[in-house]
């Protein structure tokens, strides 16, 4: 049975907004990497269906680049980070906005993001993938950073930042099919080394306050 | 078809999904048994239990009124008629005429009114825990529930539960987006209606978890088997509802389809509810009872799905 194209990126659409739920829906820190690790795989396969349909090697290698760095490497990194840490460091216990408010705003900032879209571009002809994956980019933007303002614990902020990538490699794929691989190799490494110096401010972080809780930062430190 | 074979097919598919509803509930029990490496008992133990309850003798309180007595009773004429307006096995439902899903919806709601004020009426310590609890979840059960419905009505248009299991069918294997996210924040709504684990655990009688079982605590002998057999038939009757408007592979869209095709599409549903049994019994095995207070963050999910299968439904 053949499946229609607009079907498989449908589906994708919906199970990247599907793991962003997961991240704003889990309180731990493994499930919120075990959702970015979903995400990012789902991420691949569309670009991967991305690079089918339009035959450049390159987004192939895009693909199979965000496979590896961001399904198995920084988290693994971020694990590794993390492992001196307590456990009740790593649980968001009380975020400033409780977890089911933050899932209804999470819904409706998809709901502003496709209507943003789709009042924005109703007009220009774009292809199919931009119109499928423009509106998931901009939530997967906008429930990132809802994500980094409304948690206390530093690791969030961190996946939060890792969701507002994963939008804007979407958003650069699905409107471009593809800038040059030099960029895109660049994007990820920029991204790992990111990933490497908030790991490093994270363990400082630790080893200073002994928690991850962004209020600790606010006091002095001989108070 | 005529219409006395149509009603014919829907009385039959009544009695069947009475017998059938225990073995579900048996089915359910071994797999989860088996997946926690138990051995577990036989899948027709639900029938025993429920004959040797049948016929034992009932211990009533002497404090009790007459919504006690007469709960058992309301709660199973009101899954009954939940139950005819249902098109479980084939696409027909006798009295699809007189009502539609909000009125199944209601009739469900009515038994579950009055199993709570049963819970209260013997006015144990127990009944009055299990019902503050599932007053809590079912008023937070509502808003995702009507969420989904309005998903469900708008892709697949109308409310009448017959004419959605045809159009369900005729729509094929391809799943519309907004029906994926309905079919998700439905399944997690029919947990919490059917009060399977991470709800509430139907195999507990410790205090601190029990929800519905707490509720019913003061039950025995006959009206306990006509509770346990409603609540068996409720279970059926909803996931077969959820195999039938979101996953409906091998249902004929019409009763007036062939009769091996029919019973083909019976067969399927047969399946199709057996391995969902297998699959919640699964979760149920997965997960723990979550803490009473983080239930509704579950429920919000559904609430959340739901919204954004609107949202897919508009594009």
């Given at each position: 049975?053949?499946?229609?194209?607009?079907?498989?990126?449908?589906?994708?659409?919906?199970?990247?907004?599907?793991?962003?739920?997961?991240?704003?829906?889990?309180?731990?820190?493994?499930?919120?990497?075990?959702?970015?690790?979903?995400?990012?795989?789902?991420?691949?396969?569309s670009t991967a269906v991305i690079a089918y349909e339009t035959g450049y090697w390159e987004i192939y290698a895009a693909a199979i680049l965000t496979l590896v760095i961001k399904a198995v490497v920084i988290p693994r990194?971020?694990?590794?980070?993390?492992?001196?840490?307590?456990?009740?460091?790593?649980?968001?216990?009380?975020?400033?906005?409780?977890?089911?408010?933050?899932?209804?705003?999470?819904?409706?900032?998809?709901?502003?993001?496709?209507?943003?879209?789709?009042?924005?571009?109703?007009?220009?002809?774009?292809?199919?993938?931009?119109?499928?994956?423009?509106?998931?980019?901009?939530?997967?933007?906008?429930v990132g950073l809802f994500v980094m303002v409304s948690r206390r614990m530093a690791l969030n902020q961190v996946v939060g930042l890792l969701i507002i990538e994963n939008g804007l490699f979407l958003f650069t794929t699905a409107l471009t099919q593809g800038v040059s691989l030099i960029i895109e190799v660049g994007i990820l490494a920029d991204i790992l080394v990111g990933v490497m110096i908030s790991a490093l401010l994270l363990l400082r972080m630790s080893q200073t306050f002994?928690?991850?809780?962004?209020?600790?930062?606010?006091?002095?430190?001989?108070? | 078809m005529t219409s006395f074979a149509a009603d014919l097919m829907g009385g039959?598919?009544?009695?069947?999904?009475?017998?059938?509803?225990?073995?579900?509930?048996?089915?359910?029990?071994?797999?989860?048994?088996?997946?926690?490496?138990r051995l577990g008992a036989s899948v027709f133990q639900p029938y025993y239990e429920l004959s040797k309850l049948w016929a034992k003798d009932e211990v009533?309180?002497?404090?009790?009124?007459?919504?006690?007595?007469?709960?058992?009773?309301?709660?199973?004429?009101?899954?009954?008629?939940?139950?005819?307006?249902?098109?479980?096995?084939?696409?027909?439902?006798?009295?699809?005429?007189?009502?539609?899903?909000?009125?199944?919806?209601?009739?469900?709601?009515?038994?579950?009114?009055?199993?709570?004020?049963?819970?209260?009426?013997a006015a144990s310590a127990f009944g009055g825990i299990g019902t503050s609890r599932e007053m809590m979840t079912s008023s937070l059960v509502e808003p995702g529930l009507f969420l989904t419905i309005f998903v469900v009505s708008l892709t697949l248009g109308g409310t009448n539960l017959t004419g959605l299991v045809g159009a369900a069918a005729r729509s094929g294997a391809v799943i519309a987006p907004s029906m994926?996210?309905?079919?998700?924040?439905?399944?997690?709504?029919?947990?919490?209606?059917?009060?399977?684990?991470?709800?509430?655990?139907?195999?507990?009688?410790?205090?601190?978890?029990?929800?519905?079982?707490?509720?019913?605590?003061?039950?025995?002998?006959?009206?306990?088997?006509?509770i346990e057999w409603s609540q068996a038939t409720k279970q059926l009757?909803?996931?077969?509802?959820?195999?039938?408007?979101f996953l409906p592979l091998g249902m004929p869209a019409s009763i007036n389809a062939s009769l091996p095709?029919?019973?083909?599409?019976?067969?399927?549903?047969?399946?199709?509810?057996?391995?969902?049994?297998?699959?919640?019994?699964?979760?149920?095995?997965?997960?723990?009872k979550w803490r009473l207070f983080r239930v509704p963050d579950l429920l919000v999910v559904a609430i959340a799905v739901a919204m954004v299968g609107m949202i897919f439904f508009y594009l």
């Open positions: 049975m053949q499946i229609p194209l607009s079907e498989i990126l449908t589906l994708t659409a919906v199970g990247l907004l599907l793991s962003t739920f997961g991240v704003v829906l889990r309180r731990s820190f493994e499930g919120w990497l075990s959702a970015y690790r979903y995400q990012s795989i789902i991420l691949a396969g990194l971020l694990v590794s980070v993390t492992e001196s840490v307590k456990d009740e460091f790593k649980i968001e216990a009380n975020p400033y906005v409780s977890i089911r408010l933050s899932l209804l705003i999470s819904a409706l900032l998809v709901a502003l993001s496709y209507g943003l879209i789709h009042e924005t571009l109703v007009s220009t002809s774009l292809g199919v993938y931009a119109l499928t994956y423009l509106p998931v980019s901009l939530s997967l933007f906008f002994d928690s991850f809780d962004m209020a600790s930062l606010e006091s002095l430190k001989d108070d | 039959l598919q009544l009695v069947a999904v009475f017998a059938l509803a225990p073995l579900l509930t048996g089915i359910m029990r071994k797999v989860k048994a088996r997946t926690q490496k009533v309180s002497e404090h009790s009124s007459w919504i006690f007595r007469s709960t058992p009773w309301i709660v199973a004429v009101a899954t009954i008629t939940a139950a005819l307006f249902i098109p479980v096995f084939v696409p027909f439902s006798p009295f699809s005429a007189a009502g539609d899903v909000l009125l199944v919806i209601g009739l469900l709601a009515l038994a579950r009114f009055f199993t709570m004020l049963a819970g209260i009426d994926l996210f309905g079919l998700i924040s439905f399944f997690v709504i029919v947990l919490a209606e059917t009060g399977r684990l991470p709800f509430d655990n139907p195999a507990t009688h410790l205090e601190l978890t029990m929800v519905h079982e707490a509720m019913v605590l003061e039950y025995s002998g006959r009206s306990l088997a006509l009757v909803l996931l077969a509802l959820l195999v039938d408007l095709l029919l019973g083909l599409g019976a067969l399927a549903v047969l399946l199709k509810v057996a391995l969902l049994a297998a699959a919640v019994a699964f979760v149920e095995t997965r997960v723990a």
